[in-house]
């Protein structure tokens, strides 16, 4: 039983078996259904053909490791992005080093515990399905999982000090964001000509006739040009949570046209190009050479005329929304701050006021700033944890 079980081994060479276990581990990091049968499927392809040349054996791969619609849409970018080092679209864990797997908590399900990401295929091969051990090692390490997300969904942001906490929750704020702007984007309506069946419309159709599903419920997309401009206070008093909402927006100017940014201190920058770079690290290096003064005072008011006299005509339509994320504390004259949020106010659709103290106990917006921009404002929210960002999302849907 034993030489069967080593002859039915397949030999590939250990540094190959650790790059396909890397590439598997981050097609399953964003939503491929990869199991070990597949991994047996993929080391056979590869002692076949051999990695010499990658994109040899794609094709094999693409149609071996895609289930659905969403994963044949994204498996090219995945692989080019392993083993061709180019860039990608979406968000991809692009090396399964142990660092990055820990830092990079862009994927909503938990890890496997028990396993780190450079050895996961050579020991899953090998492991029997039926251990007891690794079942019970599988399981705590989800529980531990989803609870570490869970914290750090809770947390406000200035009480996060560790700085491998302080990465994930950057990168949560920033996988968070392109699932809001995903959801708020692609809404589907009732059509009698869509390609696609609305299942639920139609089973509850169906309840007339007794279950029986006589007519079909088609549905379309339905395009929201909803528009999106984001002001983002980078004053010293924002600092503990700048970083995070940078990564937010970030996630949000990420493939969508419809949408800008800009951040304010002293005075306003227009900074939607740097955030459109595809890499965070790369839009962030590009955002600390545009902003200079980032950390000083705040000129609220200041920075809304400026918006409103050089950019608003160009960036507002009649479906946008402002969202000005800042704590209100404002250096100039009130009487000023207020004219420039009515004449904004004039323009857009709605005003949405994202203030990370709300979320403290006690507080209440009696700075004069914030008190001047109050009657404009037409929601008025925390953004201090993930979840209160999250909680941003069917407001913003129903626009």
Do not use: E, H, Y
């Given at each position: 039983m034993a030489a069967l079980r080593k002859s039915s081994r397949i030999d590939v060479g250990f540094s190959v078996r650790l790059r396909v276990a890397g590439f598997l581990r981050t097609l399953r990091d964003n939503g491929f259904r990869v199991g070990l049968a597949e991994s047996r499927d993929v080391l056979k392809i590869v002692a076949d053909a051999g990695m010499?040349?990658?994109?040899?054996?794609?094709?094999?791969?693409?149609?071996?490791?895609?289930?659905?619609?969403?994963?044949?849409?994204?498996?090219?970018?995945?692989?080019?992005?392993?083993?061709?080092?180019?860039?990608?679209?979406?968000?991809?864990?692009?090396?399964?080093s142990r660092s990055a797997l820990q830092k990079n908590m862009l994927n909503a399900s938990p890890q496997r515990g028990g396993t780190s990401p450079d050895d996961g295929l050579a020991s899953d091969v090998e492991r029997s399905s039926s251990g007891q051990d690794s079942d019970e090692a599988e399981l705590k390490g989800k529980r531990e999982g989803a609870s570490r997300f869970d914290n750090l969904a809770h947390t406000d942001f200035r009480k996060i000090a560790d700085p491998d906490a302080i990465a994930e929750a950057n990168a949560l704020a920033e996988?968070?964001?392109?699932?809001?702007?995903?959801?708020?984007?692609?809404?589907?309506?009732?059509?009698?000509?869509?390609?696609?069946i609305d299942l639920r419309r139609t089973i509850r159709a169906s309840l007339q006739t007794g279950g029986v599903p006589l007519d079909l419920i088609r549905r379309r997309p339905h395009n929201r040009p909803l528009r999106l401009v984001v002001l983002l206070d980078a004053s010293g008093s924002m600092s503990l949570y700048t970083a995070v909402f940078v990564r937010f927006v970030h996630g949000i100017l990420d493939h969508f046209l419809e949408a800008d940014a800009f951040l304010f201190h002293t005075q306003l920058v227009h900074v939607s190009d740097a955030l459109r770079e595809k890499d965070a690290g790369r839009a962030l290096d590009r955002l600390g050479l545009m902003a200079q003064g980032v950390g000083g005072g705040t000129k609220i008011g200041e920075s809304l005329a400026t918006f409103n006299r050089w950019h608003a005509a160009r960036v507002i339509h009649s479906r946008t929304c402002v969202m000005i994320l800042s704590d209100g504390y404002d250096t100039g004259e009130p009487e000023h701050l207020k004219r420039e949020m009515a004449a904004l106010r004039r323009r857009c659709k709605r005003i949405v006021w994202l203030n990370p103290m709300i979320g403290w106990e006690g507080y209440e917006p009696s700075a004069r700033g914030m008190a001047a921009a109050l009657p404009y404002v037409d929601l008025f929210a925390p953004a201090h944890t993930l979840d209160s960002l999250a909680a941003l999302e069917p407001y913003l849907a129903r626009i």
């Open positions: 010499d040349r990658p994109s040899s054996v794609k094709p094999a791969l693409k149609a071996l490791l895609c289930s659905r619609r969403s994963d044949w849409d994204a498996f090219d970018d995945l692989f080019d992005a392993f083993w061709l080092g180019r860039g990608v679209k979406t968000r991809t864990t692009v090396n399964a996988r968070l964001a392109r699932t809001m702007r995903a959801r708020i984007t692609r809404r589907d309506r009732k059509s009698q000509r869509g390609r696609q």
